[in-house]
């Protein structure tokens, strides 16, 4: 298990496996809940925004911002938004994003 901070850096989480095989996360308290993503979702998540710039939306709003990651993971993978706090910060740590300025770079 790789632990890494969130996308605020608030609190940390854990996550195994990789953007190529798919990833299981723990996070919360004692790291009891978990999420997931398959290895199509992340592929096709990182070929929608290959060469973009955008929020990541990590917002706790009853709806994603417009054009964030957040919003497609709603509308393509079915998932939490709320995931997208963990996300973000796998996909950078494994070089398939950058963080700039709050924002997400494919």
């Known amino acids: 298990?790789?632990?890494?901070?969130?996308?605020s850096g608030r609190r940390n989480f854990r996550y195994s496996g990789s953007v190529q095989t798919g990833v299981t996360i723990e996070f919360g308290i004692d790291f009891q809940r978990?999420?997931?993503?398959?290895?199509n979702d992340l592929r096709r998540l990182v070929d929608?925004?290959?060469g973009k710039e955008i929020l990541l939306?990590?917002?706790?709003?009853?709806?994603?911002?417009q054009g964030s990651v957040a919003e497609w993971i709603r509308n393509n993978i079915n998932r939490n938004r709320v995931m997208t706090s963990y996300l973000g910060p796998i996909l950078?740590?494994?070089?398939?994003?950058?963080k700039c300025n709050g924002m997400i770079k494919f």
């Open 48 to 50: 929608n925004f290959k």
């Open 57 to 65: 939306g990590t917002q706790h709003t009853s709806s994603p911002e």
């Open 1 to 7: 298990m790789k632990i890494l901070p969130t996308w």
């Open 92 to 98: 950078v740590a494994e070089g398939y994003a950058v």
């Open 34 to 39: 978990t999420g997931s993503f398959t290895s």
